[in-house]
């Protein structure tokens, strides 16, 4: 464990400079940009060298930051090479993504042709708002004008399909008889993403991104937010689905990464009211439910009500083998988000029991999670409820660069100045 601060910040710091960058610098494609994702979970073996949209957005988002906080000295890499590794990207999901009316493609070949599932290419609204983001960093980050142009354009694409309900949502489809909190969960952080580029370089997006941000962030806390405290993933107003297992699921990750969203969204807007204190209350209620009390760790869904395995009547839904199937998985990306959050949660509040679930996560993660062997690096991502590596694929059949990254990078930026006393609980 870790005295102070400025302790924790060196060892975020070594975990992006000697592990988490030199493996995906491994992965990048230097002839054509972007990144090569289809590892194994030991990532040791390539499968396919196809480019799932999604993840080269993200892709770009990161590299994007990463100059950033290279350029203030918040990291130790090499500029010039995060520099060629976003534009290359940047030129290779602009030159080879879009489809009519700025609609992505939902996979490419390392090449950049697109690949068609079924008779359909735009498979995915998902991969939109990660070349959004992905455009928009690109644009704050590295000056450039026409990547923010791009991404207005993307933004509006979005936000016309959302509004006449013309987009889907692969790998797995929402039936229509539910309300997604994904959905106003992801344009929370694009559009508070956008608005803080468009301040910082007076760019104009065509919308208008304070109030549809204040919308995003209404329609989850209140519609998806339920009595008890927890955000519900796939809610129903129809009686003859309450029953189901769809409605009756919860998302303890999904959640947890949501509320830090919603805790950026509220700063840009201005400031919390008494809404930190509700963000407060969900994590906590979120954690009694969702974390694993026998073995530790988040499970990844658990019945909103009473935690543990998700129960209620099936539809013959995709969405519902996944959870059956895999909800007592550990996954990488959600117990990266519990550390953000976490942390973030204990700086905005002072209450210092998130820093003791800060501490305990840190414990179980960075005991659970890392790959042994040092020559490959990063995390083994996918493990069972034991925290046993496991070799399945849960969504896309990649190995993403963005949440372990990202949060990393998150939690950098949060204790950069902060070397006050770091409590060991």
Known sequence: M?????????????????????FWKRAYDSEFGGVYTCFNNQGTELSSKDKYTWSQ???????SNL?????????????SEIKDMAAKTFQFLKDNVFLDDFKCAYALTREGSKIDFDGRMDTSIFADTFVLIGFNAYGRFLGNKEALEYANKVLN??????????????????DKAFRSHSIPMILSNCLQECLETSRATGFKYDLELENLLQEKIDEILDYHVQKNNTICELKTEIDEYKDTL????INPGHTIECLWFLIHGLESLGGYDNRINKIKDIFNSTLDIGMDKEFGGLLRFVNRNKGLKPEGRLIGDKFEELINDTWDYKLWWPHS????????LYFKTKDKDMLKIYNEAHKYVFHTFPNPNREIGEWIQIRDREGKPINKVVALPVKDPFHILRNFMLILDLLHERD????NI
């Not at 769809?246 to 699921?249: A, S, T, V």
């Not at 006050?420 to 409590?423: D, F, G, I």
């Open 57 to 63: 957005g993200r892709f770009l988002w990161l590299v």
């Open 246 to 249: 769809l409605h009756n699921h």
């Open 2 to 22: 870790y005295s102070n601060f400025k302790e924790l910040r060196k060892f975020y710091r070594e975990e992006i400079e000697k592990n988490f960058f030199p």
């Open 420 to 423: 006050e006393e770091y409590e």
């Open 67 to 79: 100059f950033i906080m290279v350029s203030e000295d918040k990291l130790n890499l090499d500029l």
């Open 157 to 174: 694409s979005i936000m016309d399909r959302i509004d006449s309900g013309d987009y889907m949502t692969e790998p797995y489809p929402v």
């Open 337 to 344: 988000e519990l550390l953000y959050t976490s942390l973030l």
